[in-house]
C-alpha cells in the first residue's frame, strides 16, 4: 500500500497521525517497512501510551524478523534538583534459524532414508534492540537513548526545545561538536545526539526506524513528524511485558541479561549516566 496520507493510530492518550510521503518531506530512509505497534495492555496504560511505534525495513519479498514481546521497565533520575520519570523498552529476536531440518525419505533396497534439508537462515544482525526515554519536567518525552548498536557510538535523539534551552544557557555548541547539549569530546567520546526531533502536541511515544539486515537504528522520529518510508508492507501488534514479569528477576538485571554484548557498560549503573553524557539546561 502506498501511503501519501495520513494513517491513525487509535494509542491510549489520543490519536496519532503518521505522515508518509507528505509534501516537503525529508529524503526517504526506506522504500518498505513493516509497523509494529502496541496491542491493548490493561493496566499498563502510561507504558502504552509512550511505548514506541516500530518501522523495520523490508527487502525483497520476505517479511522482516520480528518480535511479539517489549519489555518495559519504569525508573526515576534527579536532574536539577527534580525527579524525572524513565522508561525504558526493549525487544529480543528470534535466533537464527540455521539447523538442517531432517527429512525422511524411503529408498527401495535401504528402506527409509534420512537427509537434511536446507532451511532458510536469517539475516545476521542485532539480537536485541531498545529505546529509554526521558521524560521532561512536564512529562513530555524529550530525550531518546539507543540502546543497541552496531558499533561503539551511543546515540541520543534529544526534542528542539531542549537545544533551544542549552543553546540560551550555554551559548553556541562545543568545538566538534553540533550541538550545545552535547559535552566536550574528551567528557563523552562516544555519544553524539544524532537529531533534533519536533516537539510532540501530546505524552506520546517515538517512531524507531529499524535497518532490515542490522536491525540497528536508521533514525528515531515524533509521531507528529512527516515519516520516512514510502510503502507500508504489513503490520502487526506486540504484546507489553513489565520487565519484572517472570519471578522476582530485578530489572536491571533482566535489562542487562537481554543487551549481553551492546548495552552500554553503564546502562543500569544506578548513578546518573545522562548528566555525564549531555549539557542539560536547567530549565528540562
Not at 6 to 32: D, K, Q, T, Y
Not at 151 to 168: G, Q, Y
Request: hydrophobic share 40%.
Amino acid at each position: 500500500m502506498i501511503l501519501g496520507r495520513w494513517l491513525r493510530f487509535g494509542l491510549a492518550g489520543g490519536l496519532c497521525g503518521l505522515a508518509l510521503v507528505a509534501s516537503g518531506a525529508p529524503p526517504l530512509r526506506f522504500e518498505r517497512a513493516h509497523l509494529l505497534k502496541p496491542g491493548e495492555a490493561p493496566g499498563h496504560e502510561l507504558a502504552r501510551r509512550l511505548a514506541p511505534l516500530v518501522l523495520q525495513e523490508v527487502r525483497g519479498t520476505n517479511p522482516p524478523s520480528g518480535f511479539t514481546n517489549v519489555f518495559f521497565h519504569f525508573s526515576a533520575i534527579e536532574l536539577h534538583g527534580r525527579t524525572h520519570a524513565q522508561v525504558t523498552y526493549w525487544w529480543e529476536y528470534p535466533a537464527p534459524v540455521g539447523a538442517s531440518r531432517v527429512e525422511r525419505r524411503s529408498s527401495p533396497r535401504r528402506g527409509p532414508e534420512l537427509r537434511p534439508r536446507p532451511r532458510p537462515v536469517a539475516p545476521a544482525g542485532l539480537s536485541a534492540q531498545g529505546i529509554r526515554l526521558t521524560l521532561n519536567s512536564q512529562g513530555v518525552p524529550a530525550v531518546f537513548e539507543v540502546l543497541g548498536a552496531t558499533n561503539e557510538t551511543i546515540a541520543v535523539f534529544v526534542n528542539d526545545s531542549v537545544e533551544a534551552a542549552a543553546r540560551a544557557q550555554f551559548g553556541g555548541p562545543l568545538p566538534g561538536r553540533q550541538f550545545a547539549l552535547e559535552r566536550a569530546a574528551e567528557e563523552a567520546p562516544r555519544v553524539h545526539v544524532a537529531r533534533l526531533l519536533e516537539d510532540p502536541p501530546a505524552v506520546m511515544g517515538p517512531i524507531v526506524y529499524l535497518h532490515a539486515d542490522s536491525r540497528a537504528v536508521a533514525t528515531v522520529l515524533c509521531r507528529c513528524m512527516p515519516a520516512e518510508a514510502r510503502e507500508l508492507a504489513g503490520e502487526s501488534l506486540y504484546t507489553l511485558v513489565p520487565a519484572d514479569f517472570c519471578g522476582n528477576v530485578p530489572p536491571a538485571t533482566r535489562l542487562a541479561t537481554a543487551f549481553p554484548r551492546w548495552l552500554p557498560e553503564d546502562f543500569t549503573d544506578p548513578s546518573n549516566r545522562l548528566t555525564r553524557s549531555l549539557r542539560l539546561p536547567e530549565s528540562f
